[in-house]
């Protein structure tokens, strides 16, 4: 194999998206309960949270593996079937209220444990299956 050239690593993740089929729902759950600030919403096509510098996409897959329509914007067609993972960073005490707030809304826990590390996560589901994990953001160091 040819030796490849040398490149920068990327730093962090700029943006991690989520597949639904009911973009209201998922507007609720992510702007209204936890309290996500959107930025944009495009018809049945998307819906965008900010979280500090990372931003959350939340795409239909139906809409995104329609090939582009705008010139300008050539985003590649992609989407995704079936449930994925993200995992948002908060402080035990922040997941504590969280969770009585999950709890009040109907929103049951998949599990919550201590990791090897100490670091702490909660997981529940969004109404599209997601799997949303709550992580202590020491939980890879």
């Known amino acids: ?5 040398d490149a920068p690593r990327p730093t962090a993740i700029l943006e991690a ?8 729902a998922a507007e609720r759950f992510y702007g209204e309960l936890l309290g996500l600030e959107r930025i944009q919403r495009v018809g049945e096509r998307h819906v965008f949270f900010r979280l500090g510098t990372s931003v959350l996409l939340i795409f239909n897959p139906d809409q995104t593996e329609l090939p582009p329509t705008n010139p300008r914007l050539p985003v590649p ?6 449930p994925g993972h993200v995992a948002l960073v908060m402080t035990r005490a922040e997941m504590e209220t ?3 707030r999950l709890a009040a809304a109907g929103v049951q826990v998949d599990a919550e444990f201590d990791w090897p590390n100490g670091a702490h996560s ?4 969004d109404p599209a299956g997601n799997s949303v994990e709550f992580a202590e ?3 890879w160091e």
């Open 1 to 5: 194999m040819n030796k490849l050239p």
């Open 17 to 24: 998206a989520l597949y639904v089929d009911d973009l209201d």
């Open 77 to 82: 067609p992609h989407g995704a079937h079936g």
């Open 98 to 100: 969280m969770r009585d």
């Open 122 to 125: 909660l997981y529940v589901r």
């Open 137 to 139: 953001g020491w939980l």
